[in-house]
């Protein structure tokens, strides 16, 4: 059981959008912890997509975005293309672990 | 440019030890907590423990502390994971990141498949 919950799969059309949530607890998002997300392509290892809940590292294109609310954050993916199948991971720090804790991951199909 | 280059796969028996290293390159080794994640097969991400290569000063999960043991030697700039008597179920892919700005894991490792097998 993954400390912040993400839905296990989303799926949407080429071109559509679609959101992937994260909801977490007081002793991580809700005690102000940023949100980090992570796209892992089959047979890769994660990599930095969103940080700081909203900010896209040099080279992410604006078709993904975050937002948050209290103890719960959104990935958003807008004009879905073949290549955005992958798994999503969001993270956050937990304070009472003293370290990284993720959501059980999310499995983007494009239909 | 930043990269962290770990060890080849492992292939080990129960009961054997074995270290798996991560090599960083692109940035100043002692300045930055270094953090292990596991993924079991079909499985998400799950953190083991960082390490501050400055002072290593090691923070572990609690579900991994006496499990494992993160060490580094700065002269080559390079982060270990360490099993003293593997497990079955430390079958996995191990990844090394870098914690970076507000605790995000900013740069990865490839991993380093690690399986346990009679």
């Known amino acids: 059981q993954s400390v912040l919950t993400q839905p296990p799969s989303v799926s949407g059309a080429p071109g559509q959008r679609v959101t992937i949530s994260c909801t977490g607890s007081s002793s991580n998002i809700g005690a102000n912890y940023d949100v980090h997300w992570y796209r892992q392509l089959p047979g890769t290892a994660p990599k930095l997509l969103l940080t700081?809940?909203?900010y896209r590292p040099s080279g992410v294109p604006d078709r993904f975005s975050g937002s948050r609310s209290g103890t719960s954050t959104s990935l958003a993916i807008t004009g879905l293309q073949a290549e955005d199948e992958a798994d999503y991971y969001c993270q956050s720090f937990d304070n009472s672990l003293g370290g990284w804790v993720f959501g059980g991951g999310t499995k983007l199909t494009v239909l | 440019e930043v990269q962290l280059v770990q060890s080849g796969a492992e292939v080990k028996k129960p009961g054997e030890s074995l270290k798996i290293s991560c090599k960083v390159f692109?940035?100043?080794?002692?300045?930055?907590?270094i953090g292990w994640v596991r993924q079991m097969p079909g499985k998400g991400l799950e953190w083991l423990g960082f390490?501050?290569?400055?002072?290593?000063?090691?923070t572990y999960s609690p579900s991994f502390q006496g499990q494992v043991t993160i060490s580094v030697d700065k002269s080559i700039s390079t982060a270990y994971l360490h099993w003293s008597s593997l497990k079955a179920s430390d079958t996995a892919l191990y990844y090394c990141a870098r914690r970076g700005y507000s605790y995000a894991a900013d740069y990865w490792g490839q991993g380093t498949l690690v399986t346990v097998s009679s």
């Open positions: 390490i501050y290569p400055g002072d290593s000063d090691t």
């Open positions: 692109g940035y100043n080794f002692p300045n930055y907590w």
């Open positions: 700081g809940n909203t």
